[in-house]
């Protein structure tokens, strides 16, 4: 039998977080998602996935007592899916650095001159600023 579980992560700003997952290419709705989980089960989240794969989705809840966003989906039936915890969870922080990095760094003054992924899977940003 799955269940919903959450998975702290770093993620702190519900802007850039929803930058993060549009993305990769998910639709985010603008408001709370309604998320799916096994056997028809299902939750609220402050931020989600409705329906990543075959009904199952990805929320994310903020956690008051941590100051952060936790992960919430019942991942055991989204990896019978071929959505792994771990890699699903990386990508997203890993655009979501880039959403804080732009978002910090444009009002600034910053604009993006370049920004490839490399070989590694890093993201490579290059940002110049016109005096």
Excluded at 106 to 118: A, L, M
């Amino acid at each position: 039998m799955s269940h919903f579980t959450r998975v702290a992560t770093r993620i702190v700003d519900e802007t850039c977080l929803r930058t993060a997952l549009t993305t990769a290419g998910y639709s985010v709705p603008a408001g709370p998602a309604t998320i799916g989980g096994w056997n028809g089960q299902s939750r609220q989240a402050t931020v989600g996935i409705p329906d990543l794969t075959h009904g199952y989705g990805v929320g994310f809840d903020w956690e008051a007592s941590h100051n952060m966003f936790s992960s919430v989906a019942d991942w055991s039936e989204l990896a019978h899916h071929g959505v792994h915890r771990d890699q699903f969870l990386n990508k997203v922080t890993q655009l979501y650095g880039v959403a804080v990095a732009r978002s910090t760094m444009e009002p600034q003054g910053f604009s993006v001159v370049e920004q490839t992924d490399q070989r590694d899977g890093s993201i490579r940003i290059l940002l110049r600023r016109v005096s």
